[in-house]
Every structure is written in C-alpha cells, then in structure tokens.
C-alpha cells in the first residue's frame, strides 16, 4: 500500500468513525458550518462552479493551485460538486483528452513541474482523501444544489450589471462611478459567467471619465486569463501529463479530476 493510500485510507476510517458519532446536535451544527461557508462562497469558488456549469475547465487553469485545491474540497463539503460515479461516454473521454493536449494545460503542467514541493504535495494528498478519490482521473461534476447555488449569484451579478449598464446607457457619470466603486470585487464575475468583456468594460469606463487601467489592475485573475478580451479557452496545442507522487500511471494529472470535471 503506497503512502497516499494509507493517507486516504486512514482519513476515511476517521470520517466514517466521526459519522458514527455525532449526535443530532453535532448534526445541526456540522449544517449550520456549511450554510456559513455557502455564504462566504468567493470568486475561485464561483469560477470553478461556473466552469463545470459551462463544461469548460479552462477556466480553472490559471486559479492559485492551493486555492483551487482548498476550493474543491470546500465544494465538496458543502455538496456543491459531486463525483460522477456512472461511466464516462466515448465522447466525454474525448474530450478530456482533447483538454490534455491543450497548450494550456501543457503550460500549466510545466509550471507545477517546476516548482512542486512539500506544501503542494501535502495538499494533494488532502485533496485526495477528503474527495474520496481513488485515482486522481475521477471526475466531478456540479451537483443540483450546487446548480441552485450557481444560479443564485448568476441572478446577483446579472442585476448588478443590470445597474451599471443602465447608468452607462443614461450617461450619469456620478451614477456609474458609484456602482463601479461599490461593487468592484464583483467584475471578474462579469467576464467569468459573460456578461462583459475585458474591452467594453474598459471602453465603458474611459467613455464615463474613469482610469480603466486602474481599474483592470484590481481584476488580475480574469483579466491575466484571457476572461477580459474572450480568449480563455480557444488555444489548442500539446499536451502533458503530471507524473510521480502527482499522477503516476494513471495516464493523467494530478488536477485531472478537479480541472477536467464536468467533462
């Protein structure tokens, strides 16, 4: 039995132990710990649900990769993302293998290739165990409460935007400054779930008399990622897989199952 195994095995004998164990109340609050966290959801949060939803993974590629980890195991927590436990059609492993081959996830491969460590490989080990994965390959998917959730901040964002675009179609200046300023942590959202792009945000806001330079220095995840100009995902090219403690045989990467879900 290799280290992982015995990691994995040895976590799901405490999970199950501990299910044992709770009382009802132990229950209620383990629920009211989950609601919490399903209200402080954050944009990697959104952004991974949203690229299961858009069955494109490609959106996931350029998040922190602890963050992306420590994401999908809050996900998976709250039933937000679900294994996918029938088998995959021809088509579906198709395309996951078309997304390996990408120069994305090439790139992407490479960079973690380079600077692996400790820290990294701790995480994955975690990450492997508390989504009960018996190959880094197992795909996920975003579960019908994780659709609902989905669909809740996708209404949000859109009636934000709503606002924005009104004051912009109204050219008041004072009222579109106002609604840009107070929901600036929201606007990578705009470009993630396609209400905007990177160049109508920008001719938008230098049109209405504000730094649109300033303002995409605030919007680094989606705007380094091509979600501000369209691009994300159109590139094609060679692929590459992770090997050793990150995928060993199993012919994939380490993030296959995190990154390629919803496939």
Not at 31 to 52: H, W
Not at 111 to 128: G, T
Not at 196 to 209: H, I, L, V
Request: with cysteine.
């Amino acid at each position: 039995m290799s280290d992982l195994e015995k990691y994995e095995k040895e976590y799901l004998d405490r999970v199950n132990n501990k299910k044992k164990e709770l009382s009802e109340e132990e229950k209620k609050a383990e629920q009211g710990e989950i609601s919490k966290e399903i209200e402080s959801l954050d944009n990697i949060d959104y952004t991974i649900l949203e690229s299961y939803e858009q069955d494109n993974p490609y959106l996931q590629l350029k998040l922190g990769t602890i963050s992306a980890l420590d994401s999908a195991m809050k996900l998976f927590r709250c039933g937000l993302i679900e294994k996918i436990e029938r088998k995959l059609t021809f088509t579906e492993k198709e395309k996951i293998e078309r997304f390996k081959e990408s120069y994305q996830y090439k790139q992407y491969v490479a960079r973690i290739q380079r600077i692996a460590d400790s820290e990294l490989k701790d995480k994955f080990r975690e990450y492997m165990a508390k989504l009960q994965l018996k190959t880094p390959d197992d795909p996920f998917d975003i579960s019908e409460k994780g659709k609902q959730i989905l669909l809740t901040k996708r209404k949000e964002v859109e009636s934000v935007w709503q606002k924005i675009r009104s004051a912009f179609d109204g050219k008041n200046k004072q009222l579109f400054r106002e609604q840009v300023d107070k929901n600036k942590p929201m606007f990578p959202l705009f470009l993630i779930m396609g209400f905007a792009n990177g160049s109508m945000m920008g001719a938008m806001m230098g049109s209405m008399g504000m730094n649109s330079a300033s303002f995409m220095q605030d919007m680094d995840m989606a705007y380094n990622e091509g979600y501000a100009d369209g691009s994300a995902g159109d590139i094609g090219g060679e692929g590459g897989d992770f090997g050793g403690d990150f995928g060993g045989d199993s012919g994939g990467g380490f993030l296959d199952g995190g990154m390629s879900v919803g496939m």
